[in-house]
Nanobody, 128 residues
Framework: QVQLVESGGGMVQTGGSLRLSCAVS????????MGWFRQAPGKEREFVAA??????????FYADSVKGRFTISADGAKRTLPLQMNSLKPEDTAVYYC???????????????????WGQGTQVTVSS
């Protein structure tokens, strides 16, 4: 019902920037949460940033490790989900996944279990 395709990954040096994009299609109006997660080799997938729609607009959420460096945004039609990543560090190296979930305004957007659709991922590599 919902398809997500990530793009924009690549290799940068420490301190550099990348902008990830997520193209969303299908029944996007059903989504209450949209977010980015990442998975480094040998590690579990972890929350990066998310948006949750509310009555007044959107609320944004960030992992402590990226707060102040990453910025997530979304258009009202829920067709794109950009993630601007600045001041990148080697520990940001991972495959980044875009995800969308149903739920409600009370859904915790940091929990993987609350997402119903996932993209295939895009590799981000930060060299020291």
């Amino acid at each position: 019902q919902v398809q997500l395709v990530e793009s924009g990954g690549g290799m940068v040096q420490t301190g550099g920037s990348l902008r990830l994009s997520c193209a969303v299609s299908g029944r996007t109006y059903l989504l209450y949460v949209m977010g980015w997660f990442r998975q480094a080799p040998g590690k579990e997938r972890e929350f990066v940033a998310a948006i949750r729609w509310s009555r007044t607009g959107v609320d944004t959420f960030y992992a402590d490790s990226v707060k102040g460096r990453f910025t997530i945004s979304a258009d009202g039609a829920k067709r794109t989900l950009p993630l601007q990543m600045n001041s990148l560090k080697p520990e940001d190296t991972a495959v980044y996944y875009c995800a969308g979930g149903f739920g409600s305004r009370a859904t915790d957007p940091k929990q993987i279990k609350n997402y119903d659709y996932w993209g295939q991922g895009t590799q981000v590599t930060v060299s020291s």
